[in-house]
């Protein structure tokens, strides 16, 4: 990579870091305050974010054909001036209507604007596989921070200003977002290969797909179950509230030196790296946080997790452009994104009361076994990959 092109992928993903952390982290905190200023219930607010999550996955296939031929810089304008019309709403609402209303506008910004486009960005404008790997970490690296950075400062904002003001900051942030993109991110990173025509609108899945979205899938529900219940758990074995948040935090931090070690790393990839490893490493996780007894051994289980789950961020936009090229690599990783979407939207509800009716632990098997079910499919996946760069 040119000097150009470094500035414009680390700018990518400091824009990343802002709309994860505006978009879609910042609704955590405003949870509550939303609660009583509406006079609703948590439930009712918690619902607008799941119809943004199922926004956002609906779109999504959509959102990655349009990237296929090549529309990346229009892509990304509509969904800022989307995100920032949701924000707007948000800081104005009265209602529950509109709150939903808002939360509907931000799921399909976010569909438009988060990972799945900006790896389009790079993996187009990127075609040395070691330099676009690199490109992609450091990118994630960035986005990684998104959680840590925006939480504990939504939260200032909101404590000190409210609620509306935060929503309405939020706006000025995504307008230095707009000015990153169009000045200095789009232009650097033009599509070096472009399609013409949208060939595959109406075409079913392809070999493999199958397998990817199941992968991807899982992993997503295992992570979310993991952060929704961890907290309980650890409480049911007589952690504190304090030291389970604690605990709950190594999931992001941990996601992190797994992709620093990408991006630092200069000799040719084993294919084993992004296939197999990352979900031995959440199955030895998972597992580890079902039987850890002390919030030591959690934490470490947590840790090993949270790496795996790092380098399978990573895992998705390298394999679907590895088996089926750059030219539909918007769309395929769109469809693997839907499915993670409505993962994201559906997981948190299901496994709580799941966890009600049965325990937590057996939840948590539930998922160590899906975790394990993958890790054959993952050989598999590798073996199509090295098939298709013969």
Not at 84 to 100: F, K, Q, T
Not at 274 to 285: K, N
Not at 311 to 326: E, F
Request: glycine content about 8%; hydrophobic content about 55%; proline content about 4%.
């Amino acid at each position: 990579m040119h000097s150009e092109q470094k500035r414009a992928v680390w700018l990518l993903g400091l824009c990343q870091c802002i709309l994860w952390g505006v978009l879609y982290y910042s609704f955590s905190v405003f949870l509550v305050p939303l609660e009583h200023a509406l006079a609703t219930t948590r439930t009712v607010v918690a619902g607008a974010f799941s119809v943004g999550l199922i926004a956002m996955a609906s779109v999504a296939p959509l959102v990655g054909r349009w990237l296929d031929e090549g529309h990346a810089g229009i892509v990304t304008r509509w969904g800022l001036c989307l995100a920032i019309a949701g924000l707007l709403l948000l800081g104005l609402s009265d209602s529950v209507m509109m709150l939903y209303a808002a939360w509907l506008l931000i799921g399909i910004a976010m569909a438009l604007l988060l990972y799945e486009p900006a790896f389009i960005l790079v993996m187009r404008a990127i075609l040395e596989p070691g330099h676009r790997l690199r490109a992609l970490a450091a990118v994630t690296i960035m986005g990684g921070l998104a959680s840590t950075v925006f939480l504990p400062l939504t939260s200032y904002v909101i404590g000190t200003w409210g609620w509306r003001i935060a929503a309405l900051s939020g706006v000025g942030a995504l307008l230095l977002v707009a000015c990153l993109m169009e000045g200095w991110v789009v232009p650097a990173l033009p599509a070096i290969e472009t399609r013409t025509a949208l060939t595959w609108k109406h075409k079913a899945w392809p070999r493999h797909m199958p397998s990817l979205a199941m992968i991807f899938s899982i992993g997503s529900l295992a992570s979310i179950t993991l952060t929704t219940l961890l907290i309980p758990f650890l409480m049911e074995r007589g952690v504190s509230a304090e030291t389970a948040a604690i605990v709950l935090a190594a999931f992001g931090a941990a996601q992190l030196p797994g992709r620093i070690w990408l991006l630092r790393k200069t000799r040719a990839l084993s294919q084993t790296t992004l296939t197999t490893v990352p979900i031995v490493l959440m199955v030895m996780g998972m597992l580890g946080v079902t039987l850890a007894h002390g919030p030591g051994l959690s934490l470490l289980a947590v840790s090993v997790f949270g790496l795996g789950a790092g380098l399978q961020t990573l895992a998705k936009p390298w394999l679907v452009q590895a088996i089926y090229g750059n030219s539909a690599a918007g769309q395929w990783n769109g469809e693997i994104a839907r499915v993670q979407g409505f993962a994201r939207a559906l997981t948190p509800v299901a496994v709580a009361s799941v966890s009600l009716s049965l325990s937590i632990e057996v939840v948590l098997v539930v998922m160590v076994v899906l975790l394990a079910a993958t890790v054959p499919v993952a050989h598999q996946l590798r073996a199509a990959h090295d098939d298709r760069t013969k």
